[in-house]
């Protein structure tokens, strides 16, 4: 497993730049809102997600009704729903550290599993832990500096969230290339900037996942015979990168969060 | 109701649901039984599509009708893209348009 970690590691990095400076905002906030370590802790162990967790702060603050948390926490992780289709089948056979692969999968953790492919060397299984894990624990480190030491810092984080945007991008490039149909991310495309546009900044996402489904759906007999056949090819391609990246996903993303970040400093 | 004891309450049926939703297709579909090749079809070319939402999802809140006009978001992820294709080398061009993009809403498009 420490091999597993090893090999993993420069894998994780963009996450490790983008999840401790978020943690540190969160644990900031946290701080600010006079909750201490115990409370910080506990939510980035317990709960693991970036917008949640900023929203939990003004909840736990503020005593908000329970109906109403409940509410937001669905809303805020619909998206999830989908997220656990794509490791349906690679997670049958792994064993009981499923639970936590599961529990563990944020926007950014699936981005990565979607789209890079285990090192060589190191198992299917232990990378998928080993991505999730470290994952995690820079989201906890980020926490910890933050409510102990986050207002010491005086270095200008603004914008050092755009790691993960550009992270989505390089990874979109390799799944362009790894996927033998270009579908899928057309669909992706136009469903998103579609539902943006009518919907909004706040409200697009899960209307924008609802379109991708049904389009991939529609467009099944003509997408799935090209994505079958490319399968067992695609292992080759994508191995020219620096690391190995493969075909899979999973993400919180940072963008409220950030500005939360500015407004802090 | 105490305070304190209110926070945890709130923590844990957070958590819960957080963990309700990433656990949903495993109770849908996770069960021994055989996975619909609907859905097998569906997990193998959401990922794709769900990582250009994500983009569209972080780029959201750009405005093009005010000034910078999307320029550093923009310019920022053409530099990373263009240093992917050239040098294949991720983590180069990741660091590199983040931080060309820190430069660009700290220093030059203020």
Redesign the interface.
Same mark, same amino acid.
């Given at each position: 497993m420490r091999h597993a970690i090893a090999k993993s590691f420069p894998i994780t990095i963009p996450v490790l730049l983008g999840y401790i400076p978020l943690g540190i905002a969160f644990g900031l906030m946290m701080e600010n809102a006079g909750w201490n370590i115990f409370w910080a802790l506990l939510s980035s162990v317990a709960i693991l997600t970036g917008t949640g967790q900023f929203i939990e702060v003004s909840f736990i603050t503020l005593g908000t009704a329970l109906y109403e948390v409940i509410l937001i926490t669905i809303i805020l992780n619909s998206r999830m729903m989908f997220y656990g289709l794509s490791f349906l089948d690679r997670y049958k056979e792994i064993g009981p550290r499923k639970w936590y692969l599961i529990f563990s999968l944020t926007d950014e953790t699936y981005a990565l599993l979607t789209a890079v492919k285990p090192p060589e060397g190191v198992k299917e299984k232990d990378f998928l832990l080993a991505v999730s894990a470290l994952d995690h624990s820079y989201w906890i480190i980020g926490t910890v500096i933050g409510v102990t030491a986050g207002s010491l810092l005086k270095i200008d984080t603004t914008g050092v969230d755009y790691v993960m945007t550009i992270l989505f991008v390089v990874l979109a490039m390799d799944q362009w290339k790894a996927y033998a149909s270009h579908e899928p991310v057309l669909i992706g495309l136009v469903s998103s900037v579609l539902s943006l546009v009518i919907f909004g900044p706040d409200n697009f996402m899960i209307p924008a996942l609802i379109l991708i489904t049904v389009l991939l759906i529609v467009r099944r007999s003509k997408i799935e015979p090209k994505v079958a056949t490319a399968e067992s090819t695609s292992m080759d391609s994508g191995s020219e990168a620096g690391m190995t990246i493969g075909a899979d996903p999973v993400i919180p993303c940072p963008d409220t969060e950030s500005i939360m970040v500015t407004s802090d400093e | 109701m105490n305070?304190t004891i @209110?926070?945890l309450? %709130?923590?844990?049926?957070?958590?819960a $649901? +957080?963990?309700g !939703?990433? #656990?949903?297709? @495993?109770l849908l579909?996770?069960r021994g039984g055989k996975?619909p090749p %609907? /859905? +097998? @079809? $569906?997990?193998?070319?959401? =990922? =794709? !599509?769900?990582? /250009? $939402?994500? /983009?569209?999802?972080?780029?959201? &809140?750009v405005v093009f009708t005010v000034y910078p006009h999307g320029i550093p978001?923009f310019l920022?992820?053409a530099v990373?893209?263009i240093l992917? *294709?050239i +040098? *294949?080398? &991720?983590? #180069?061009? /990741?660091?590199s348009? +983040?931080v060309l @993009?820190?430069v660009?809403?700290?220093l030059i498009f203020v």
């Open positions: - | 305070s @209110y926070a309450i %709130i923590i844990a049926v957070m958590a $649901l +957080t963990y !939703a990433r #656990l949903f297709p @495993y579909f996770g996975v %609907i /859905i +097998t @079809y $569906l997990g193998n070319v959401l =990922p =794709p !599509a769900v990582m /250009i $939402l994500l /983009i569209v999802y972080c780029l959201r &809140n978001e920022a992820i990373a893209a992917y *294709k +040098t *294949k080398n &991720n983590l #180069l061009a /990741i660091v348009g +983040t @993009y820190m660009f809403i700290q």
